[in-house]
């Protein structure tokens, strides 16, 4: 069975600062992928960023970008020049490939989720 | 703007009646789930259908009905609820996962629901 762990409950930073969420996964898989998703007030689940694991290359998307270290198992995510807008609860998520059925599917692991508020 | 429409976005019913969540997608994505999230916590899975056919289901309570009727509808039934069950219901969407593809699940805004 795969663990996702987000160890910071909950963090802040300044508006316009750089601040870091740190995840931790434990698995036996060779062939995954990981996501951060955001999901502010509105309650929306929205994906922020991904990675696969068989990609070295860090994962980048304008502000958001990763640090994906495969033997430490971890997955941490960095957010450039916070806005308001980023307050949110950020959960770190695993993707395995599972069978049942006769089909496939994602089968997605969550982490307990990191709150973060951006303040003015 | 989400791709994926849930409806209604809220709902309050007793513990004796039948109501119905429903959950609509235009991608073409032929894998939809149904998740329970508790306040502050993740998301819970629910159920799997891949191509229209039920493929998990993560032990959830008989009172929870799923359904769907075509390629781009998802349905929960719910019926005899309990006040447990209160929470947001979240209708996720993907491509199936092809050999190793990359293979995101697009969420819903969920359904918020309260039991009396």
């Known amino acids: 069975a795969q663990t996702v762990t987000q160890s910071q409950p909950e963090m802040s930073v300044q508006e316009a600062e750089t601040v870091t969420l740190s995840c931790t996964y434990d698995t036996s898989e060779n062939n995954y992928y990981l996501f951060w998703y955001k999901q502010p007030p509105s309650r929306q689940m929205i994906l922020v960023i991904r990675q696969e694991a068989y990609k070295q290359q860090n994962a980048t998307e304008n502000r958001f970008s990763v640090n994906f270290q495969k033997a430490a198992k971890s997955f941490s995510l960095k957010i450039s020049d916070s806005q308001l807008g980023d307050t949110a609860m950020y959960f770190c998520?695993?993707?395995?490939?599972?069978?049942?059925?006769?089909?496939?599917?994602?089968?997605?692991?969550f982490g307990q989720g990191t709150i973060l508020t951006v303040h003015p | 703007d989400t791709e994926v429409t849930q409806t209604p976005k809220h709902l309050v019913m007793g513990m004796t009646n039948k109501k119905s969540l429903k959950c609509e997608q235009h991608m073409g994505h032929r894998a939809m789930y149904w998740y329970k999230q508790k306040a502050k916590k993740p998301p819970e899975l629910m159920f799997v259908?891949?191509?229209?056919?039920?493929?998990i289901n993560e032990s959830v309570p008989s009172r929870f009905s799923p359904e769907c009727p075509n390629s781009s509808l998802l349905n929960l039934h719910l019926h005899a609820l309990q006040p447990e069950d209160s929470a947001l219901y979240l209708c996720?969407?993907?491509?199936?996962?092809?050999?190793?593809?990359?293979?995101?699940?697009?969420f819903g805004d969920g359904t918020r629901l309260s039991i009396l």
């Open positions: 998520a695993f993707m395995r490939i599972a069978n049942a059925g006769g089909t496939s599917y994602g089968k997605l692991t």
């Open positions: 996720a969407s993907s491509h199936t996962p092809t050999g190793f593809g990359n293979q995101p699940q697009h």
């Open positions: 259908y891949s191509y229209e056919k039920l493929s």
